[in-house]
């Protein structure tokens, strides 16, 4: 069964530090989204994205969040310089084509901020 | 300002029972409504949904109904198995083809064998 894959599943890293989260959406996917979920709160949106660009973004996604499609399979989130209140799990979801709403999502990247 | 939030936020229940997690909107636009899962450590798994044009879904086990009057949709589990202990999230679709969907706060089920 086609899955998303998120790398890497845990990173720790310094305040004001660049971080890389790195997700392969499934393959023919053409939506493309980046959630985040603080330690015991709900899952928040952060940002879309579809034909190269993005879509949608929240409040949350300010400038030091950007996104990108290097290639044809890698979908990356990178976090400029990461503040204590960036730590949460970060979670990659694709989507077909169609009229289905279905968001499939991978395992997460733990992001600890130290 | 608009949000979707979750009755209870704990329920517990015996193996074999029916399980029944509330979710209310306060988003009148909102066009469609998801129920995800979400177990310890792992990202949110689909379990069910709905277009507003519908009231109730039925799935393997599972049943949604959505009410649009009072902005309240519910999941039905029958025959609850502790394969079913999770976080269970609602979530909607407020309007329009791009579905950045809204989350709640999760209720979690606790099945007791």
């Known amino acids: 069964e086609p899955e998303v894959t998120q790398t890497p599943s845990h990173q720790v890293t310094q305040m004001g530090q660049e971080v890389i989260l790195r997700c392969v959406p499934i393959s023919n996917h053409l939506y493309f989204y980046w959630y985040r979920q603080i330690l015991g709160q709900k899952v928040e949106f952060l940002v879309s994205f579809y034909n190269n660009e993005i879509s949608e973004k929240s409040e949350i996604f300010d400038d030091q969040f950007s996104v990108e499609r290097p290639d044809g399979s890698n979908f990356t989130l990178k976090i400029r310089s990461t503040k204590l209140e960036d730590s949460a799990m970060y979670f990659c979801?694709?989507?077909?084509?169609?009229?289905?709403?279905?968001?499939?999502f991978g395992e997460g990247s733990r992001l600890t901020v130290l | 300002g608009e949000s979707v939030g979750l009755h209870l936020p704990t329920l517990s229940v015996q193996e074999g029972d029916n399980s029944i997690i509330n979710c209310a909107y306060s988003?009148?636009?909102?066009?469609?409504f998801i129920w995800y899962k979400q177990e310890s450590g792992k990202g949110p798994q689909f379990i069910i949904d709905?277009?507003?044009?519908?009231d109730k879904r039925q799935g393997q086990r599972v049943t949604v109904l959505l009410n649009k009057t009072v902005k309240h949709l519910s999941l039905q589990i029958a025959a609850t198995q502790p394969g079913d202990s999770a976080v269970y999230f609602c979530?909607?679709?407020?309007?329009?083809?791009?579905?950045?969907?809204?989350f709640g706060k999760g209720t979690l089920l606790t099945v007791n064998p």
């Open positions: 979801a694709s989507r077909g084509q169609g009229s289905t709403g279905e968001l499939f």
């Open positions: 979530a909607e679709n407020p309007g329009g083809s791009n579905y950045k969907l809204t």
């Open positions: 709905i277009r507003s044009n519908m």
């Open positions: 988003n009148s636009a909102s066009d469609y």
